[in-house]
């Protein structure tokens, strides 16, 4: 069974920072394209950064860039996003998703095929 789980979410001060987990099961995570998204209320879900499956190459949009940084860990096959210096504009419930088309760009979140639940960042002091 494919499966997506994130983890690492929760309460933050704004310049505060927060690791995400990924942890995939069913599945080689490493064979896929992994984006990070989210969603606010009331908003459409917009991607936050991606790694791709061939090289290695990340991508990340441009209210994250500096900030974020996503990254694999074949062993525990799982994708993590550090975020640092958190804003209270980054408030979002954040997923991952996976794609076994690589994706060197971040792409729509349509063009993803598995999804995690999601895991709650809130910004806020």
């Known amino acids: 069974q494919v499966q997506l789980v994130e983890s690492g979410g929760g309460l933050v001060q704004p310049g505060g920072s927060l690791r995400l987990s990924c942890a995939a099961s069913g599945f080689t995570l490493d064979y896929y394209a992994v984006g990070w998204f989210r969603q606010a209320p009331g908003k459409e879900r917009e991607g936050v950064s991606c790694?791709?499956?061939?090289?290695?190459?990340?991508d990340y949009a441009d209210a994250v860039k500096g900030r974020f940084t996503i990254s694999r860990d074949s062993a525990k096959n799982t994708v993590y996003l550090q975020m640092n210096s958190l804003k209270p504009e980054d408030t979002a419930v954040y997923y991952c998703?996976?794609?076994?088309?690589?994706?060197?760009?971040?792409?729509?979140?349509?063009?993803?095929?598995?999804w995690g639940q999601g895991t709650q960042v809130t910004v806020s002091s």
């Open positions: 790694i791709s499956s061939s090289d290695g190459s990340t």
């Open positions: 998703a996976a794609d076994p088309v690589d994706h060197t760009i971040l792409g729509k979140y349509y063009e993803y095929d598995y």
